[in-house]
């Protein structure tokens, strides 16, 4: 049975405290974009893709999920842990030396969870069209599902590749656009302007849908159930999730500042205590 909505959000809060801690604990990481996202991904692995028990690296008979922008390994590490892949008490070795969990998602670990390196920004959906074309020679009828950063659009590489995904009819991908509207030196106007990313990708011939509110649990189940429900049609799918950089700690959001800095001891305690749960299950 799926979790209800109060489930997915007590267990979202439960990430945030995961992703607070991680990064708070080597001074190093990106928490804004993991903390935007969160929702997202919690939802992603407990209410819409369809999983197997258990893991390993041919993905048959299931959905796939690549990270494409992978600085936000916080909180792919912790939705991971938390959904049963590996034991949540590893999140305690993140960025350390000799942990599977490195500041950047590899494979040469063998982490569970983790089907591609990524954090060279531009190559998931590469990858994920590579894979969404596999399933379809396996008669396997499965999705391929990827996540971006809107600031990762800027990279060539994409382009050549959401050209190729409509020119091939690869119809068994949804690749979700996470649009904070900020990167590492600023907000993604200011960096390189993209205009009308929904207009880009319509121009390319995708089917192109917004959740508006990319934070907001039940919209984001809206959201994705429509786009399961648009593939196989001919075009992949592309989801704009309008998110905020930071969420759920008031002085992370509404700035590029948290893109990549560790909150120290005092910041932690405030964004903590911004995100309690009696139910929190340390690791």
Known sequence: MKPNTQQLNDLTIQVRRDILRMVHAVNSGH????????????TLYQNIMERKEGFDMDGIGEDLFFLSNGHISPVFYSV????????????????????????HPTTHDGLPGIRIASGSLGQGLSVGIGAAQAKKLNGDNHIIYTLHGDGELQEGQ??????????????????????????????????????????KFEAFDWDVLEIEKGNDIEAIIAGMNDAKSRTGK??????????????????????????????????????????????????
Not at 83 to 94: D, I, K, N, R, V
């Open 31 to 42: 928490p804004g974009g993991s903390l935007g996202c969160t929702e997202f991904l919690v």
């Open 80 to 103: 991971l842990a938390r959904s049963g892949y590996f034991p949540a008490a590893e999140l305690a070795t993140f960025r350390l030396i000799n942990s599977r969990l490195q500041g």
């Open 158 to 199: 994409n382009w050549e590749a959401i050209m190729y995904a409509a020119a091939k009819k690869v119809d068994n991908l949804i690749a979700t656009i996470d649009l904070n509207g900020k990167q590492i030196d600023g907000t993604t106007d200011e960096v390189l302007a993209m205009g009308s990313i929904r207009a």
């Open 234 to 283: 001919g075009k992949p799918v592309c989801v704009l999730l309008h998110t905020e950089m930071g969420n759920g700690v008031d002085f992370m959001m509404y700035s590029h500042a948290w893109h990549g800095k560790a909150p120290n001891d005092t910041q932690l305690e405030i964004a903590l205590g911004q995100n309690y749960t009696a139910a929190e299950s340390d690791y």
